[in-house]
């Protein structure tokens, strides 16, 4: 069954910082695989996502920078805004086709 | 348009004790699942339904739990009886096509205490 490995759970960035977030997947079925960003008292909503016929995908501040030989993939959060403050989930598709999450990082972008 | 919807938001009941969690996915929407996130661990996958058929239920618990989508519309949830580990947050997303290349969207998700 599918694991992926998210870190770190937490992060604690000043305004106009990079933010960075790591996840680590075993096996994959499927080449897809979502961001998703969660505030307080909502649901995960989907924030950006990658096919990995690319290496990097990137839409405005947001990159995710993905190693298919290592079985890793990272969202870089470039110019960090403490409306960036959040919980973010990596995911990928197991044998099932269904998304495994990662543990959640709890990011705060500190003014 | 209106988004994926849950209800309740919060529900707190005693151990051995019956809760049914509703979700109403977005108008259309043939692919609805289920997923829960115990105590700041990972957002676990529960099932999938493909209209009112279970196309997946592969991450169910054990059978404390039943879910159903009667009609295809609106999915329901039961605990029957209630551990205290069930405790969590209870997650709805539906999606237009399935797979997890289509997007999914996500309700507010129900918190759920049990004690």
């Known amino acids: 069954q599918q694991q992926v490995k998210q870190s770190p759970q937490s992060l604690i960035v000043q305004k106009g910082g990079i933010s960075i977030i790591n996840c680590a997947y075993e096996n994959t079925a499927f080449d897809y695989f979502p961001w998703y960003q969660q505030f307080p008292g909502k649901g995960p909503a989907l924030l950006i996502a990658?096919?990995?016929?690319?290496s990097e995908k990137k839409e405005g501040r947001f990159t995710i920078s993905f190693n298919k030989s290592a079985k890793q993939f990272s969202l870089h959060i470039m110019d960090s805004q403490p409306g960036d403050s959040a919980t973010y989930f990596c995911?990928?598709?197991?044998?099932?086709?269904?998304?495994?999450f990662g543990s959640g990082t709890q990011l705060t972008v500190l003014p | 348009e209106a988004g994926v919807t849950q209800f309740p938001s919060h529900s707190v009941i005693e151990k051995g004790q019956t809760v049914t969690l509703r979700c109403d996915p977005i108008s259309g929407h043939d692919n609805l699942y289920w997923y829960r996130r115990v105590m700041g661990k990972e957002i676990k996958f529960l099932l999938h339904?493909?209209?009112?058929?279970?196309?997946?239920e592969s991450g169910m618990p054990n059978n404390r739990f039943l879910a159903e989508r009667t009609g295809g519309t609106y999915s329901t949830l039961k605990v029957q009886p209630a551990e205290l580990e069930d405790s969590g947050v209870y997650f709805c997303a539906s999606s237009l096509l399935p797979g997890p290349g289509s997007e999914q969207f996500f309700g507010p998700g129900t918190r759920l205490t049990v004690l």
């Open positions: 995911a990928a598709p197991g044998s099932a086709r269904q998304l495994t």
């Open positions: 990658i096919r990995p016929d690319v």
């Open positions: 339904f493909v209209k009112e058929s279970k196309q997946d």
